[in-house]
């Protein structure tokens, strides 16, 4: 068991794999509790004693913030709030998702910005670490005033409303509520506008991509390099000097891999009849790695916003103000999630040519990869697969940012739709993961042809590892099984034992 304990110092993509990789359990710092504490405190004495109205506290919200609210229903509009905003529809989020939502509203309220009480916070917590997750709708979300509607959602099991995940099944969070010995809580003021504004739905969404996407990077090369020692390629396209004359790291660092995967291959070092190969294979340095530097880009955009506070209006104790502003705006998640869609769909493009390639019947490859052609298609209809979600991919990859609708009577005149952009990511993201499982099903077939020659150690510990679970195709089969096998193998293989070391004197070996 881990235990993450939330506190002021920056979390990072390499804290999230650990909180999202293992079993975990949350707990607040004492420094976490006393900002949380402190700020309820002076929002309190505020409210008492300030005459002037401050928004979504004293006031309705959006173009209903002139509004003024007595003090005996300030506790009653913030639940009203959270019961009229969970209007979403569609697919339930996935609940690998929805954990991360929790985890990131808790860590968002934790620095003491927002006004929460302490009790609400550990509710959270409480949620996270019994598993006991909210039903959240992927449909509804502006990503403008935040996430308002999918927030409300996993808002409403701490008033013991709403639906919830408990042992495997859905359930009214009343029951659950009742299976647990819990009492529901009851909002103060502020306390569902701090839930409900803010990007956690946007964000969490991003931060589950890019930590499978990390890996998927990872993959690309090593099936990348595999159909290329299988097409029988060249390896100078990846000469380091090559690439160092264009200074583009995410390049630089791709023909470094290809070469440290290939190192050792009988295939790649024999005398080539062909002085070029097609772009898809020599290019492969100048496409994955424009998708690596925009994926790290990418990466920094939420990491910063994983450790910031995105509801309204902000509150600062020390300086003695309570600022209304747009932090709960989506802009730079939204840009981003549509940058990472394509680059996420160039990993896939390029991979299909190259299947395209390998099924050709060129450089002494049979016809569709199979030892019979004719009596049998062998692999030509994987690569009409391939193509088909390539082509989805691309109409996912038109930008959902570049879009505005006005909402709230004008008050919300310019909206994000992060939210859209996060839902289609996740679906291109998942088509990568389909699209590389075709291109490795291709490739393995392809270097069986290429015997008794040897491709690198690294490579021939994947086909070893790969055999195990998925055979080579001497005659027709059934596709669609052997291409789910092969998706089974990268989701649950780790691409940590395919990375590669560097002794004393330099030599390059493969993992144990």
Request: overall charge negative.
């Amino acid at each position: 068991m881990y235990q993450h304990i939330i506190k002021t110092q920056r979390i990072t993509f390499e804290d999230l794999k650990k909180i999202f990789t293992q079993k975990t359990k949350l707990a607040l710092s004492s420094e976490s509790r006393h900002s949380i504490v402190q700020c309820r405190e002076y929002l309190d004495q505020k409210i008492s004693s300030q005459t002037e109205p401050i928004y979504g506290v004293t006031t309705g919200f959006g173009s209903l913030c002139n509004h003024s609210i007595s003090s005996a229903d300030l506790g009653q509009l913030q639940k009203n709030l959270v019961m009229s905003h969970a209007c979403g529809v569609g697919e339930r989020v996935p609940d690998e998702i929805v954990k991360i939502m929790l985890f990131l509203k808790i860590q968002s309220l934790s620095y003491g910005h927002s006004g929460i009480q302490l009790a609400t916070v550990e509710r959270l917590i409480d949620f996270f670490n019994n598993d006991l997750l909210p039903v959240v709708y992927s449909q509804g979300s502006l990503g403008a005033s935040g996430d308002l509607a999918p927030l409300a959602h996993m808002s409403l099991p701490l008033l013991g409303l709403g639906e919830v995940l408990l042992d495997g099944k859905v359930v009214a969070a009343a029951d659950a509520y009742k299976e647990l010995g819990w009492e529901p809580l009851e909002l103060v003021s502020k306390e569902g506008l701090a839930l409900l504004n803010g990007t956690q739905f946007m964000g969490a969404y991003g931060v589950f991509i890019l930590l499978r996407t990390f890996e998927l990077t990872q993959w690309a090369d090593l099936i990348g390099a595999l159909s290329l020692d299988a097409f029988d390629g060249r390896i100078e396209p990846f000469f380091d000097e090559v690439h160092r004359v264009r200074h583009h790291s995410g390049q630089i660092q791709t023909a470094e891999n290809i070469c440290q995967i290939l190192s050792g291959s009988e295939l790649i070092n024999r005398n080539k009849t062909h002085v070029q190969d097609p772009y898809s294979f020599r290019c492969i340095p100048q496409v994955h790695g424009a998708s690596k530097d925009a994926i790290n880009y990418i990466a920094s955009v939420f990491e910063n916003e994983v450790n910031a506070v995105t509801d309204n209006p902000t509150i600062f104790p020390k300086l003695d103000r309570i600022i209304s502003a747009g932090n709960f705006h989506g802009q730079p998640l939204a840009l981003s999630l549509d940058f990472l869609a394509i680059a996420l769909a160039e990993l896939g493009n390029i991979s299909e040519r190259r299947v395209y390639r390998l099924i050709s019947g060129e450089r002494k490859l049979p016809s569709f990869l199979i030892a019979n052609p004719g009596l049998n298609s062998g692999f030509m209809i994987p690569q009409y697969t391939a193509a088909s979600i390539v082509s989805q991919n691309k109409q996912y990859c038109t930008p959902a940012s570049i879009d505005s609708i006005e909402s709230s009577q004008g008050q919300e005149d310019h909206v994000s739709m992060g939210a859209n952009g996060a839902v289609k990511a996740l679906k291109v993201m998942q088509n990568l993961e389909k699209l590389l499982a075709i291109e490795l099903l291709n490739a393995t077939q392809a270097v069986e042809f290429r015997r008794p020659f040897k491709t690198s150690p690294i490579l021939e510990k994947l086909l070893a590892n790969f055999r195990q679970k998925v055979d080579f195709i001497s005659d027709d089969t059934i596709m669609y099984l052997e291409i789910e096998k092969v998706l089974q193998f990268l989701q649950n293989e780790n691409i940590d034992a395919y990375k590669i070391e560097t002794d004393e004197d330099g030599k390059l070996s493969v993992k144990n």
